[in-house]
């Protein structure tokens, strides 16, 4: 056995070496927001939210399309992604504990860790083969498809934080099996049912990789579904990777956007979720 | 509202059916909609990843149609000559995972034991907060900083260093370019860091408290009751968080393809260019020429696919053995 000192010795090393860990955990977060926010803001006016991209070395322009485009997309996974995630993720809160739930549950576990790309050549697959054309509607499928299950899970997670007590007071009501999943239980969860479908739609919003091959890009407003369209994440990566120092303006900036988008997002769902948890435990 | 009239009846029925009731009228009619609808819902989701899987092995034919073995084992990407071969994506695929796996993992364990055994309490919930809004950051934001942040302070400053100190090892030779396997797997470990922290710390949770105090009680130090009770316990869910961290590592694509120089190469050298499966399909895919070329990609994508699924199936059944472990201990 060695020494007590020694021994004392390796112990604090042991927690110096792990701190330390914390701190080098912190620091490319804190130089990245860093970074985006002093060299973002500069170029953020009214123009950057409303005007169309400018070509290189034009003054102004801004990516009013590509917000439209984001939303647009986003807006049309959700009709798709929010029904189906928060049904599947309902299904495993009240009826998933038989042989087929953990099926569906492992399923979806499983499916939440595929590449996003690879959900983009699916969406590939479905939309833009047939219809002959890259598309707001093939971007809008990719996103909804990689909604799914994380939301699924999620919703799982917090429709089961639902006191049983309140289900078998409704039971013992006599009131019918489906009547409490409805108007007891989902409603008491519906904060943290929303909280998962804001997380959800961040996610989406910063989706880049499935919307390459699919929505493509754009540099005039699209209306149309059926058209090409742009995107804040696609038009953050053109511009990073091209050799123009005033696009890499451009692109700190769009960052700046994106990252403000998520982060009222992200705190949303976070609001959401303290109002659900408080009404649940009351 | 007051409840319906029959709805006494009803309750009656859900504890125990009398046995003068044929056995349908256990089940209200609105139950079983609900219920099918329901279940509906569940089997959406096996519907789903049904037609992921039949999707991408529809688009791959073509490629897959000139013999798979070949695609995956020969070295040339071509299109222009018209042969395609995985394996220097999968090469690059390999390399950058692994150096994220051997910077994240260490950071992550540490990080997670700070928090949840040595550390203030009250720090928790910050660096928590920090961790998830970590995890919250769009690839193509982190894409950006690595490529005007990361890429010149390896070109100017780490990989000269590197060079000086460790050239004698061949994957510490070449030009310090900074657009690189190592830009990306540096990138890789600071994305993949929330989910191997955030698993690791779930998996610490579950350890067993009388295990830490027996080992308290011997008259072990922090470290060593961490070493000889706490890590042994916990070990095959931190191996689980790590193969997680590697799946999401083999499927990130934006950031990667933003600083790993995108050349169809196979290098000793972590400082010299390359490419990854989702890098190349990122890059190519939109404007591929021809049934083949887009085959071949979607065969790069089956393949991720099929990795991916393989990792996390593996990586979650790990991760269930620890967390059903107390169970098993005081059974």
Known sequence: ?282 | MPPPADAVARGATLAAPPPHLPAGAAAHGGDRVWNGLLVAMGGAILAVVGLVVLELVKVSRPALAAGATQFLVQKTWDPVAGSFGALAFMYGTLVTSVIAIAVAVPVSVGLALFLSEMGPPRLRPVVTFAIETLAAIPSVVYGLWGLFVLVPLLRTVVEPFLARTLGFLPIFRGAPIGLGYLAAGLILAVMILPTVASVTSEVLKTVPASLREAAFALGATRWEAIRLAVLPYARPGILGAALLGLGRALGETMAVTMVIGNSPEISASLFAPGYTLPAVIANEFAEATGDVHVGALAGLALVLFGLSLLLNSVARLLVRLVARGPARVAA
């Open chain 1, 1 to 282: 056995m060695r020494s007590l000192p020694l021994r004392r010795a390796v112990d604090a090393l042991v927690t110096i070496a792990c701190g330390a860990m914390v701190l080098l955990a912190l620091v490319p977060l804190g130089s990245l927001l860093w970074l985006v926010v002093s060299k973002g803001a500069p170029g953020l006016s009214l123009s950057f939210f409303g005007a169309l991209p400018a070509p290189v070395g034009e003054p102004g322009g801004g990516v009013g399309n590509a917000i439209l485009g984001t939303a647009t997309m986003v807006g049309l996974a959700c009709l798709v992604g929010l029904p189906v995630g928060i049904g599947a993720g309902v299904f495993l809160a009240e009826k998933g504990d038989g042989p087929f739930g953990r099926a569906v549950r492992f399923t979806a576990e499983v499916f939440s860790g595929i590449p996003s790309i690879v959900i983009g050549i699916v969406a590939y697959g479905l939309v833009v083969l047939p219809m002959r054309r890259f598309s707001a509607l093939a971007g809008a499928l990719a996103l909804a498809l990689l909604m799914i299950p994380t939301l699924a899970r999620t919703t799982e997670e917090l429709v089961r934080l639902v006191p049983g007590t309140l289900r078998e007071a409704s039971l013992a009501l006599g009131i019918a099996q489906w009547k409490t999943s409805l108007r007891v239980v989902l409603r008491t969860a519906a904060g943290g049912i929303l909280t998962a479908a804001l997380l959800a739609i961040a996610r989406a919003a910063g989706e880049t990789a499935p919307l390459l091959f699919t929505a493509l890009n754009n540099q005039y407003w699209n209306f149309r579904p059926d058209q090409p369209t742009a995107s804040l994440t696609v038009q953050i990566f053109n511009y990073a990777i091209s050799p123009y120092e005033d696009w890499h303006q451009k692109a700190w900036t769009a960052a700046l956007v994106l990252l403000l988008l998520v982060g009222v997002l992200n705190v949303g769902a976070r609001l959401a979720l303290r109002r659900s948890t408080a009404g649940g435990r009351a």
